[in-house]
């Protein structure tokens, strides 16, 4: 049994232990929700090895779980709280909606002066139409660029997610080469066409030769918001090419949109999309979305125009479009942003923690970095081991798979050892800033990746 043991690093991991020791709530929370829910999980994101933490509380940027421990949190809602949690403007829109009624199955004057408050910061949003969330607003951006343009086909980049339908699950983590993954129909895989991330003669190329692309989507940063990063150089690009084919472009600003400036990646590159899809921070941290642009497209939703232009409108029921309290928090949270400084103090603070993690790595001599741009972070590995100081990464230098690249153990011990330490990253090993993350939050976060490195150095992880 003892040689089983020290075969197995998982069993025989000292982080593994303290992790395990520091959370039983958690671990006996986990063992109930694997009785009821696939890996006892609601969101592939949070599948870690053994169990991920069960959280009780937040506020501002921090999170304790049900055992107590208290956390810095940089997975930021899967990048919905820019605000940090319960910012108590948002919470207080949401609690005065509340008390008024949850869904009235009506029209409401909050869901005008949530579109007025997109409208406000994002200037190619001349019509909105709210969704539930962001597979739901890329899912219906899709279906209005094949009715307008009458063509079948989606141009898309390796790596960029853009939800979870049928659409868009070929070629986000796996299936690169465009074969439907399961459940999926192949007629629905075939109609992607798949691209490398920033391959603008590829994109020249595919659109000249099918003449079936209806449009181009992307994430205006690349994939895993700028994991592996695209150039503005490249986004005016494809603005030139799919206005000279005819084709239209989406971007996908579930996550870049009010983060990469207040009126999303779109106004901070000077490029204006034909529609856009936004989530997470649209609703303040709550359920709803939006896919925007312009008004002749999305008169294609529109009865009258329809009826007037002899077609057949596409149809978009849903019970929660433009919930009452999800457009309270909304119009609370779109405005702060629009009127304070919060989403350049949160690039500021996001570019003290990458140079402190650095900083760190340098000091223990571990040749990976930490880069990213705006609000962002995102530990690179260096699965290739190349010369590599922390400082001085380029992400440009390296490939889509080396940047996506990373050891499944290693990542997991990585997380387990920051949590341990008092620190919650996402499952990439980088996540989100927030407008309430302070310099003491920095410090500790740098002093927590120090340690998380000493130990992962302690079982022989790292040299």
Same mark, same amino acid.
């Given at each position: ?121 994002v200037p190619s949003a001349e ?134 400036? @207040? !009126?999303? =990646?779109? +106004? ?5 999309? /034909?529609?856009?899809? &936004?989530?997470?921070?649209? $609703?303040? %941290?709550? @359920? !709803?979305? =939006?896919? +925007? ?5 999305? /008169?294609?939703?529109? &009865?009258?125009?329809?009826? $007037?232009? %002899? ?97 499944a153990r290693l990542n997991n ?51």
């Open positions: 049994m003892t040689d089983t043991v020290l075969e197995n690093p998982r069993l025989n991991s000292g982080i593994v232990a303290a992790y395990r020791a520091k959370t039983p709530g958690s671990a006996d929370l986990a063992a109930q929700a694997r009785e009821l829910l696939p890996s006892g999980i609601a969101h592939d994101a949070r599948n870690v090895d053994p169990y991920g933490t069960y959280i009780a509380r937040a506020f501002g940027p921090h999170k304790w779980d049900v055992d107590g421990n208290k956390y810095v949190d940089y997975f930021g809602g899967h990048g919905a709280l820019i605000l940090g949690h319960s910012n108590p403007t948002v919470t207080g829109a949401a609690e005065a909606a509340m008390a008024e009624g949850t869904q009235f199955g009506s029209s409401h004057p909050r869901e005008i002066g949530w579109a007025k408050a997109i409208q406000r910061l019509r909105v139409r709210f969704t539930s969330s962001g597979t739901e607003a890329t899912l219906m951006a899709v279906r209005l660029a094949r009715a307008f343009t009458g063509r079948q086909a989606i141009l898309r980049f390796k790596g960029h997610f853009h939800g979870w339908h049928d659409q868009m699950t070929s070629g986000y983590s796996n299936h690169f080469d465009g074969t439907p993954t399961p459940g999926v129909l192949n007629d629905v895989a075939r109609q992607s066409v798949l691209v490398a991330p920033g391959d603008l003669a590829g994109v020249g190329a595919a659109l000249a030769t099918n003449p079936d692309i209806a449009a181009v989507i992307l994430e205006p940063t690349g994939s895993s918001f700028g994991q592996v990063p695209v150039t503005p150089e490249f986004l005016h690009g494809l603005r030139r090419l799919t206005t000279l084919h005819g084709v239209l472009l989406i971007l996908d600003e579930v996550v870049t949109g009010f983060r990469v400036s @207040p !009126g999303g =990646a779109q +106004v901070a590159f000077g490029i204006h999309p /034909d529609l856009s899809s &936004f989530a997470k921070i649209v $609703a303040g %941290g709550l @359920p !709803g979305a =939006a896919v +925007v642009g312009r008004k002749d497209i999305l /008169d294609y939703l529109d &009865f009258q125009v329809s009826a $007037a232009a %002899g077609r057949e409108k596409i149809g978009h029921p849903g019970t929660f479009n433009a919930n009452p309290v999800s457009a309270a928090a909304g119009i609370a949270c779109l405005t702060i942003l629009a009127e304070t400084d919060a989403v350049a103090k949160v690039a500021a603070t996001a570019a003290d923690l990458r140079t402190g993690l650095n900083d760190a790595l340098t000091k223990a001599g571990v040749a990976w970095s930490v880069y990213g741009t705006s609000s962002g972070f995102h530990l690179f590995m260096n699965p290739d081991n190349r010369a590599v100081t922390p400082h001085g990464f380029d992400p440009a230098t390296a490939g889509f798979d080396e940047l996506k690249n990373q050891d011990r990585m997380r387990l050892a920051m949590l341990v330490n008092g620190v919650d990253l996402n499952p990439r090993l980088g996540g989100f800033a927030s407008a309430t993350h302070t310099a003491a939050d920095v410090a500790e976060t740098v002093a927590a990746f120090s340690e998380a490195l000493a130990m992962l150095k302690a079982e022989g992880e790292l040299s």
